[in-house]
């Protein structure tokens, strides 16, 4: 589960950041909501997540230096009031997950002696593991990229990394190259309900007149349910006339392209193989056909 950090920075109108947390407004009524790092620990463990992240602050890129120097000196102290509060709820009687594990989030935007000052205090903390956060809001790929090389060194060996927020194929397959080994992102399913589409030849856009008559499946070389049931034309017929349905296939299909994705990956990994996978995917999952 997400801290909603993210959320109330991104989304939250009329908020105040304090030390004790943050007062935003609801976006269905208006009225004041305060959250800071026990409480989003408190929602987390409700919820009895098996991994639960660190309230912090999630700084938009740009951002002046001295303002993120300070933020992810909050974003630490927070940090600790989390792995307080976790412990303390994970050894309460009525608490549904006991073995509850907390992920510290690494911040900084773009300034390199930030991200690593910020990567090495969150590491001594002897989290459960490590995420990269405040990546993927509208900094070139390549910016996003150089950021991961600069702060990976300083991230435990022993411990998961996670990078927050990404996103396409090819970013996956150039993180992992970087030594990522885990991902979330809205992209698989929200690019899906636009009628884009991931397949092992690059993306499609179903829309496009060409599939109009098209009986082949969206993917030729995927086996999920919706390439093996359906034709790009059926599909491609329920997106223009509104049907719901045409969302629900090609999420389908995304989900399954993403869970392949992964596990070709691990396998390519596994096998000793996994430059060979980059060089033949990186650049093709990427291509729009
Ligand atoms: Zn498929």
Not at 104 to 116: E, H, M
Request: hydrophobic share 35%; with cysteine.
């Amino acid at each position: 589960t997400d801290s909603g950090g993210f959320q109330v920075f991104s989304l939250a109108q009329l908020r105040k950041i304090k030390e004790e947390g943050v007062y935003f407004a609801s976006h269905i009524d208006g009225r004041r909501i305060f959250m800071g790092p026990e409480e989003s620990m408190q929602i987390q463990s409700n919820l009895g997540s098996t991994i639960a992240m660190a309230f912090d602050e999630c700084i938009e890129n740009p951002s002046p230096y001295k303002y993120v120097a300070a933020s992810i000196e909050r974003t630490t102290r927070w940090l600790i009031r989390c792995q307080e509060e976790m412990a303390r709820l994970n050894s309460l009687p009525d608490t549904i997950n006991k073995h509850q594990m907390l992920f510290g989030i690494n911040q900084g935007s773009t300034f390199d002696d930030l991200r690593i000052k910020h990567m090495e205090d969150i590491a001594k903390l002897d989290l459960d593991g490590y995420a990269i956060g405040g990546l993927a809001v509208g900094e070139a790929t390549e910016e996003m990229y150089r950021i991961i090389d600069v702060v990976e060194p300083y991230m435990p060996v022993h411990k998961p990394r996670y990078l927050m927020g990404v996103g396409t194929p090819s970013n996956i397959i150039e993180a992992v190259a970087r030594g990522v080994d885990m991902f979330d992102c809205v992209m698989p399913s929200r690019n899906a309900r636009h009628a884009t589409v991931f397949t092992w030849s690059g993306i499609m856009h179903l829309g496009n007149k060409c599939y109009e008559t098209d009986p082949r499946p969206v993917d030729e070389q995927c086996d999920c349910p919706t390439c093996r049931n359906f034709s790009r034309a059926y599909i491609r017929h329920l997106f223009k006339a509104n049907e719901q349905l045409a969302g629900r296939l090609a999420v389908q299909h995304n989900l399954y392209f993403y869970n392949t994705l992964t596990e070709k990956i691990r396998e390519a990994i596994d096998e000793d193989r996994f430059e060979q996978f980059r060089g033949k995917y990186s650049q093709l999952l990427a291509t729009r056909i």
